[in-house]
């Protein structure tokens, strides 16, 4: 059984470019959050995907938007990259009916934005 | 500005020490957890506490949390190079089911 899975494992972009991360949730979960982990701080909350909508956000501007599929894989986009966004983004999927306290965590993107 | 402060920042201590760390906020949370993660890897999930003054044991890990369900606390006792990580606090505020807040986490290594 596969946990969640993330692609690509590292990425490299300028600033001004688009980026789309990938996240596949562990089976039998049917939601998604996102993170942004810089480099000595905790993880930040994007936002959660649950029934294909974005459930909750957190405080991050609207350059950052997200997608869920039917099969509840999901797609994280930031435009216009900042060399802020630089950062590890961490997808982590959560079984039905789970509050993100039961939410397992994939290995993480890491992007350098130069 | 950090909801939850976890303290110390960073710990290098010798092989069979004891130490504590620590998950401080002036907020009510509804449970919190602690992670542990490794380079190159996602958080991985220890404990979750959930009842002011519970403490819960893994081996040589004890995790407990505050009477006001304010605050937590994670002692190893005879750490191993093995523990070595960063260990991140997160908790489920009392107003929100869906957001976890996390704590900028305590690196610890531990010498052989």
């Known amino acids: 059984d596969a946990g969640v899975t993330q692609s690509p494992t590292h990425l490299i972009k300028t600033r001004g470019q688009q980026v789309t991360l990938r996240c596949s949730p562990k089976s039998g979960h049917d939601t998604v959050s996102w993170y942004q982990q810089a480099l000595g701080q905790g993880p930040q909350f994007i936002f959660q995907y649950y029934e294909e909508e974005e459930r909750q956000r957190g405080n991050f501007p609207d350059r950052f938007s997200g997608h869920q599929f039917p099969n509840y894989s999901s797609e994280l986009n930031v435009n216009a990259l900042l060399l802020g966004d630089s950062a590890l983004y961490l997808c982590a999927s959560s079984p039905p009916s789970g509050t993100q306290e039961t939410q397992y965590f994939g290995p993480g993107t890491r992007l350098l934005v130069l | 500005t950090q909801l939850l402060e976890q303290s110390p920042q960073f710990l290098s201590i010798q092989e069979g020490e004891n130490l504590t760390v620590y998950c401080n906020s002036s907020?009510?949370?509804?449970?919190l957890q602690w992670y542990r993660q490794e380079p190159g890897e996602g958080p991985v999930l220890l404990v979750t506490v959930v009842t002011g003054g519970e403490v819960k044991k893994l081996k040589r890990l004890t995790f407990q949390f505050g009477d006001a369900r304010k605050d937590s606390s994670l002692h190893i006792t005879a750490a191993q190079p093995g523990d070595t990580g960063l260990y991140l606090c997160a908790g489920l505020r009392v107003d929100s089911n869906y957001q976890l807040i996390w704590g900028a986490g305590t690196k610890l290594i531990i010498k052989p």
């Open positions: 907020s009510v949370f509804s449970s």
